[in-house]
Structure formats: C-alpha cells, structure tokens
C-alpha cells in the first residue's frame, strides 16, 4: 500500500464533505494521491484550489470536487474493473487505482498517456493499463467492466461503452445536450440503460468515432 503523507488540505477537505463528498474511501484516496505530482511546475500552488488547471493539449486537469463526486457515484470496491475514457493527467485513474483491483485507462493524445503513466511508476501505482486509441469505441480486450467513467463529454452514451458495461454495473460521464452539459450516472439493469443526472460540469469534448468529431 502506497503511504503518502496527507495529500488532501484540510479546507479543501471541509469544503468536499459540505458539498455532499461523505464516502470515507473516496476521501481516504484523496488523501493518498498528491495532486500537485500531475500538474505543471509552475501550477503546483494551486494543485489543492477547487478548480480545474490546464495540462497541455487544450487539457484540464479536473477540479478536485469533479474528481470526488465523479469517483463517489461509482460504488466502488477492491474487486472491480474500471475502465476510464480520458486519462489526461492520470490523477482520476491513479485515485480510481486506490479503490479498486485494476483500471484500463485510455486517451487518444499519446504523449499524455505516457506522462500519466510515467507519473503513475514513480508513485509505485502498478494497478493501472495505459492504453493509447479512441476511447469511444472502449477496449474489448477486457470487457465486460463492473463500472467505466468517462472524463469528458459526449454528445451521447457511446454504443460500444455501454455494451462494454457489466450487467448491473455503473457508468459515470458528462453529456452534452442543448449546449449545457451535466453529468449522469447510469446504470445497466436487464440490458436497459437507467440514468440520473446528478450535477452540471464543465468538460472538454470526447473525440472520436462515437462522440463529437473535432
């Protein structure tokens, strides 16, 4: 087990629990996995404010409340597969990692993905598979996934994703619909499609084959 030094300040933690983040494991994986390691050099000051920082490649970072509420809504434990669509910085897939047994994390900016998976070797964090591709059309290879979570947003749940969600699993993502965005949770229940939104949100898009083109 990774053994960080509290990784999570303490206002910023107060502000999670008062904007409904009350899972002790997900606030434990705060914890653990120091944010500033996944942002610039020169952005390290405000790697514990509450907002999204850019990581290169028209990229952010997400805001460590996103990244809270997006990990709570999953319902994870130790023995689920992840998959994530858009690993960026990979700080999402390293506290994903925390709390469960495997994520398979894809993103379609190659240099991205190696940095992420860099970052995440020099945390002893080896529960991770970088996969570089279109995370649209997901990753078969080790399918079926008990939950997916997707960091940027569509204008609609991707066909082959769903298909790639367990029976009885979760998917968390941001959708696009009228120019605003929110994110759902949705769940997979006799084959049908059951979803929830639960906040707005700011993402980038999700490029490639079954979401916004450019």
Same mark, same amino acid.
């Given at each position: 087990?990774?053994?960080?030094?509290?990784?999570?300040?303490?206002?910023?933690?107060?502000?999670?629990?008062a904007?409904?983040?009350?899972?002790?494991?997900?606030?434990?994986?705060?914890?653990?996995?120091?944010?500033?390691?996944?942002?610039?050099?020169s952005?390290k000051?405000l790697?514990?404010?509450?907002?999204?920082?850019?990581? !290169? *490649?028209?990229?952010? $970072?997400? +805001?460590?409340?996103?990244v809270?509420?997006m #990990?709570?809504?999953?319902?994870? /434990?130790?023995s689920?597969k992840?998959?994530e669509?858009?690993?960026?910085? !990979? *700080?999402?897939?390293? $506290?994903? +990692?925390?709390?469960?047994m495997?994520?398979? #994390?894809?993103?379609?900016?190659? /240099?991205?993905?190696?940095?992420?998976?860099?970052?995440a070797?020099?945390?002893?964090v080896?529960?991770?598979?970088?996969?570089?591709?279109?995370?649209t059309?997901?990753?078969?290879?080790?399918?079926?996934?008990d939950?997916?979570?997707?960091t940027?947003?569509?204008?609609?749940?991707?066909?082959?994703?769903?298909a790639?969600?367990?029976?009885?699993?979760?998917?968390?993502?941001?959708?696009e619909?009228?120019?605003?965005q929110?994110?759902?949770?949705?769940?997979?229940?006799?084959?049908?499609?059951?979803?929830?939104?639960?906040?707005?949100?700011?993402?980038v898009?999700?490029?490639?084959?079954?979401?916004?083109?450019?």
């Amino acid at each position: 087990m990774i053994n960080f030094k509290n990784s999570i300040g303490r206002v910023t933690e107060q502000v999670l629990i008062a904007k409904g983040i009350t899972d002790k494991n997900t606030l434990d994986a705060l914890r653990k996995i120091p944010r500033e390691k996944f942002v610039e050099e020169s952005l390290k000051e405000l790697s514990y404010s509450d907002a999204p920082l850019p990581i !290169g *490649y028209n990229q952010t $970072i997400s +805001s460590t409340y996103t990244v809270a509420l997006m #990990t709570q809504s999953l319902c994870l /434990n130790k023995s689920h597969k992840i998959l994530e669509i858009g690993t960026g910085s !990979g *700080y999402q897939a390293a $506290i994903l +990692s925390m709390l469960c047994m495997s994520v398979f #994390t894809i993103e379609r900016i190659r /240099n991205l993905s190696l940095k992420a998976r860099d970052i995440a070797g020099k945390l002893n964090v080896h529960n991770i598979t970088f996969i570089i591709g279109d995370g649209t059309i997901g990753f078969k290879e080790y399918a079926p996934y008990d939950r997916i979570l997707v960091t940027a947003c569509s204008p609609d749940v991707p066909e082959a994703l769903f298909a790639q969600l367990s029976e009885g699993g979760i998917m968390v993502m941001p959708l696009e619909n009228g120019g605003s965005q929110n994110i759902f949770v949705i769940e997979k229940k006799n084959g049908k499609m059951c979803s929830n939104s639960i906040a707005p949100a700011n993402f980038v898009r999700l490029i490639g084959k079954d979401g916004f083109k450019s």
